[in-house]
Antibody, heavy 115, light 111 residues
Framework: QVHLVQSGAEVKKPGASVKVSCKASGYTFTSFPMHWVRQAPGQSLEWMGRINAGNGDTIYSERFQGRVTLTTDTSANTAYMELNSLRSDDTAVYYC????????WGQGTLVTVSS | DAVVTQSPLSLPVTLGQPASISCRSSQSLVYSDGNTYLNWFQQRPGQPPRRLIYKVSNRGSGVPDRFSGSGSGTDFTLQISRVEAEDVGVYYCMQGIYPFIFGPGTRVDIK
């Protein structure tokens, strides 16, 4: 059974960076892409990008291009999302989701950006 | 980028009655491989989203058969044949062609 476990909540100041992890189990990590989606309080879902866990190839939403970096550590079956130059409107729950059908989601990581 | 809209945005339903949610994309979701990439997700209060339907009409693993999806091109529908209490939540459609775009969500609650 596929299981995605994300790192814990973070509080950051404006201008800082945050790195969220997503540890996968229950499947061959390098066989499928990992996507990242965020949800601001009371808002809809927003796709940020995806990484091909097999070769590291990435596709980013234009909205986050230049500010987000997706990486993986295949030895640890873990994907990472790093967002820099944080602003207050980056306050959101960040999710990882496996495969391009977003078949299974992590539990979410709340990132709060506040001075 | 394309725009994805849903209607209604709020849907009060009676237990045991059917419910229907519409989703429209401003661009065709038929990809060059011939597949149509439109997914539906359910988000219960305080939970991460859960995929219900992929490629218009395919139910995900463990999804009850009271959920069904239909449509083509730019217009799609999610139907719940008989609403149960556990169906309360927000439902999102999503275009599965890059960049992925989610609809605004439809909040389903019990009358």
């Amino acid at each position: 059974q596929v299981h995605l476990v994300q790192s814990g909540a973070e509080v950051k100041k404006p201008g800082a960076s945050v790195k969220v992890s997503c540890k996968a189990s229950g499947y061959t990590f390098t066989s499928f892409p990992m996507h990242w989606v965020r949800q601001a309080p009371g808002q809809s879902l927003e796709w940020m990008g995806r990484i091909n866990a097999g070769n590291g190839d990435t596709i980013y939403s234009e909205r986050f291009q230049g500010r987000v970096t997706l990486t993986t550590d295949t030895s640890a079956n873990t994907a990472y999302m790093e967002l820099n130059s944080l602003r207050s409107d980056d306050t959101a729950v960040y999710y990882c989701a496996y495969r391009s059908g977003l078949d299974c989601w992590g539990q979410g990581t709340l990132v709060t950006v506040s001075s | 980028d394309a725009v994805v809209t849903q209607s209604p945005l709020s849907l009060p339903v009676t237990l045991g009655q059917p419910a229907s949610i519409s989703c429209r994309s401003s661009q065709s979701l038929v990809y060059s491989d011939g597949n149509t990439y439109l997914n539906w997700f359910q988000q219960r209060p305080g939970q991460p989203p859960r995929r219900l339907i992929y490629k218009v009409s395919n139910r995900g693993s463990g999804v009850p058969d009271r959920f069904s999806g239909s449509g083509s091109g730019t217009d799609f529908t999610l139907q719940i044949s008989r609403v149960e209490a556990e169906d309360v939540g927000v439902y999102y459609c999503m275009q599965g062609i890059y960049p992925f775009i989610f609809g605004p969500g439809t909040r389903v609650d019990i009358k």
